[in-house]
DNA sequence: CATACTCTTGCAACGCGTTGCAATAAGCCG
DNA sequence: CGGCTTATTGCAACGCGTTGCAAGAGTATG
């Protein structure tokens, strides 16, 4: 692995976010810092972070990636189709899951690529009230 | 509703598919049909179809779109990331995991829209071994 | 320090899906 | 049947992400 300007720019902005960024997010603040970035660097970039472990990334609801930053554990997201807001999934919220898939039909999911949509607590209370 | 040449093209095409299908492989099918076929077309007429519950998608590994033909119930699909294939996840299956993030969290899983990646059993065998 | 090896980059083009807008054509009503 | 309303279409352009390829730049080696 080679310790590029272009990968030390992409780790510096990776470090002053917390949580989630969308890609196009990436490219756009990389962009604000040198105008010179290109997609498809930061796309190949973020791949390799990836599999050496300092990012990760699932899909939202619309299929559009997101990436998280620097996960303690792996753990999957929640995106409710209504307010849009999305959550992390506890780790000991997914064991359960994970664990009756295994036993079931011996699926082992992962987790870090798990994104769940459907309707969140108050929006669902909102709505049949 | 407006009963459109496109329209009941589209659903022949979708009454000769058999489980799922991506939108790019739509769009090929229907060109094989009539050259004429628009991607617009076709992806507007899905999402009309899917509100009146004639198809459902979610979205693959890669963040493409699949799309399913008249579900009998709603259900989820598993992808392995190792040897590709995907399986439904059958209502009794997805049923303790739907009501567990109910119960603990509130949240209600949308089952059409679910994709849970992971490794199948096979592939998790043949990688141990 | 110069050299060679090969990992990275940028470019250009592509693929999938979406959107705004003007033109078209379904379906309704007299 | 003919005209009217408005849902639907096609086009063109866009957004996000990927890929092939040649040029460029790290890094290890002598």
Excluded: K
């Amino acid at each position: 692995m080679r310790w590029t300007p272009q990968r030390r720019l992409l780790l510096e902005v990776l470090d002053g976010t917390n949580g989630h960024v969308t890609g196009a997010e990436l490219v756009d603040r990389l962009r604000a810092v040198d105008p010179a970035t290109t997609p498809s660097t930061v796309y190949r970039t973020l791949r390799v972070l990836e599999e050496i472990g300092v990012v990760q990334h699932a899909h939202g609801r619309d299929g559009r990636e997101e990436f998280h930053v620097r996960p303690a554990e792996a753990h999957g997201h929640l995106h409710c189709s209504s307010c849009g807001q999305s959550w992390e999934i506890s780790p000991a919220d997914a064991a359960a899951t994970v664990q009756a898939f295994r036993d079931r039909l011996g699926f082992d999911i992962d987790l870090s690529h798990l994104s769940v949509g459907g309707t969140c607590a108050t929006c669902r209370e909102a709505r049949t009230r």
